[in-house]
């Protein structure tokens, strides 16, 4: 079956540091990849995707590319502040079969002054 | 526009009894999911509902159940409750497969 796998947290910065959370993947078929953010006390919320192979996505300085070649979509951020602290979900759906998707752990990241 | 709703955002229930959740997607999306949030297990899919029919189920047991209705709001209900049933229960809604979903906050269930 399908699965993600996040690096393990928490991963601790200082602002305007450099972000890389790591998600690999294993499907069975070609799948969208997604990545969330979930803030204190709140659901989920969609922070970028990509839906093909070399696709890249980007929202609020994060990115992150769809690598088929080493399964993987690694989160990105050149500078990050206070404000990016959170816990960030990598996600995997298909197009046909979109209403479930497979979620990883989560990695919290805390961001320090 | 408004997000997607959940009620009650807290409820506190004791072994054995029942509860109904409430999800109210954002106008126009026919899709909604249900997740059970755990910090041992994560994220885990309930169940999916499109057009007033369960499109998809998880690995959850049958007392785990839910209903769509024509005006897309969704509920879930658990019947018989156990103390492993405490949880954020997330609901879902998305406008077209593929695009992912937009997620209300939640409701925080604790079991006693």
């Known amino acids: 079956g399908d699965s993600v796998t996040q690096m393990e947290g928490p991963v601790t910065l200082s602002e305007e540091a450099f972000l890389t959370i790591n998600c690999t993947y294993t499907a069975t078929g070609y799948p969208s990849l997604f990545w969330y953010v979930q803030y204190p006390g709140e659901g989920l919320q969609l922070l970028l995707k990509a839906t093909k192979a070399d696709d890249k996505g980007s929202n609020k300085g994060f990115e992150a590319t769809y690598r088929k070649e080493t399964t993987s979509f690694h989160l990105e951020k050149g500078s990050v502040q206070v404000s990016d602290s959170a816990v960030y979900f990598c996600a995997l759906s298909y197009n046909t079969n979109a209403g479930k998707s497979t979620f990883g752990d989560g990695t919290t990241l805390t961001v320090k002054p | 526009k408004a997000g997607v709703t959940q009620t009650p955002r807290y409820l506190i229930k004791t072994r054995g009894q029942q509860v109904t959740l409430s999800c109210s997607p954002i106008?126009?999306?026919?899709?909604v999911s249900w997740y059970q949030q755990t910090p041992g297990q994560g994220l885990q899919f309930l169940f999916e509902y499109f057009s007033e029919t369960q499109r998809n189920k998880g690995n959850f047991p049958g007392r785990f159940s839910g209903r769509q209705f024509s005006n897309s709001r969704s509920e879930m209900n658990v019947s018989t409750l156990e103390l492993g049933d405490s949880a954020l229960y997330l609901c879902a809604s998305s406008l077209q497969q593929g695009n992912g979903y937009t997620f209300g906050s939640g409701t925080r269930l604790t079991v006693v």
């Open positions: 106008s126009g999306h026919r899709s």
